[in-house]
């Protein structure tokens, strides 16, 4: 199997890593509303780190409902999107930092990590959508926490989890096309 064909089956096992998304677009629902909240900002900044912990599990259970083979097995390329998953953790050190000397604006830092660690993704998947979406949600995210005050971050969180939304929208009919002409390729191959 060429590169090329390892990354269509990969886009289509996993689902161009849709159900990862949708764990991701609740979590960000969650921060949302943690910031909606009266309490402290350093405890707000805390509760969203927490409920980071409910990424995994959350991907795993709706990998099930929605029939996502998140491991790709059989693909030789299937690990890489759990190793650039993972590779997001390194700059969590630039999210503590901002914890503690800015903490009115960690949500920014956050927000724009997660946003940029999309962009590899286009690769993996043999997708523009990520690599067309994720620079937009990094500007849109970096623009509207420049122009913010400090009582309205709850809308980082907000544009997060709409974000989201509209990228797991795009990648899923992504996928339904490859989908579509994979069979087509399948059923020609078949005749033949």
Same mark, same amino acid.
């Given at each position: 199997?060429?590169?090329?064909?390892?990354?269509?089956?990969?886009?289509? /096992?996993?689902?161009?890593?849709?159900?990862?998304?949708?764990?991701?677009? @609740?979590?960000?629902?969650?921060?949302?509303?943690?910031?909606?909240?009266? &309490?402290? @900002?350093?405890?707000?900044? @805390?509760?969203?780190?927490?409920?980071?912990?409910?990424?995994?599990?959350?991907?795993?259970?709706?990998?099930?409902?929605?029939?996502?083979?998140?491991?790709?097995k059989g693909?030789?390329l299937g690990?890489?999107?759990?190793?650039?998953? %993972?590779?997001?953790?390194?700059?969590?050190?630039?999210?503590?930092?901002?914890?503690?000397?800015?903490?009115?604006?960690?949500?920014?830092? &956050?927000?724009?990590?997660?946003?940029?660690?999309?962009?590899?993704?286009?690769? %993996?998947?043999?997708?523009? %959508?990520?690599? @067309?979406?994720?620079?937009?949600?990094?500007?849109? %995210? &970096?623009?509207?926490?420049?122009?913010? /005050?400090?009582?309205?971050?709850?809308?980082?969180?907000?544009?997060?989890?709409?974000?989201?939304?509209?990228?797991?929208?795009?990648?899923?009919?992504?996928?339904?096309?490859?989908?579509?002409?994979?069979?087509? /390729?399948?059923?020609?191959?078949?005749?033949?």
């Amino acid at each position: 199997m060429d590169l090329l064909s390892m990354k269509n089956d990969l886009s289509i /096992k996993s689902k161009n890593g849709i159900s990862f998304l949708l764990a991701g677009t @609740i979590v960000w629902g969650i921060i949302t509303i943690l910031f909606l909240q009266s &309490f402290e @900002i350093s405890m707000k900044n @805390i509760f969203a780190l927490y409920s980071t912990g409910l990424m995994f599990p959350l991907s795993v259970i709706l990998s099930k409902i929605m029939n996502v083979d998140w491991k790709a097995k059989g693909n030789q390329l299937g690990n890489l999107g759990l190793i650039l998953n %993972v590779a997001q953790f390194i700059y969590f050190p630039l999210i503590f930092w901002a914890m503690i000397s800015n903490p009115d604006e960690m949500i920014v830092y &956050f927000a724009i990590i997660t946003s940029s660690h999309f962009f590899p993704y286009g690769w %993996v998947y043999h997708s523009k %959508v990520y690599y @067309i979406l994720s620079p937009i949600m990094v500007l849109v %995210v &970096f623009i509207i926490g420049l122009l913010l /005050k400090d009582e309205y971050m709850w809308v980082i969180p907000f544009t997060m989890f709409i974000s989201l939304i509209m990228l797991s929208v795009f990648l899923f009919i992504d996928y339904k096309k490859k989908l579509m002409i994979s069979s087509k /390729k399948m059923k020609d191959y078949n005749v033949s």
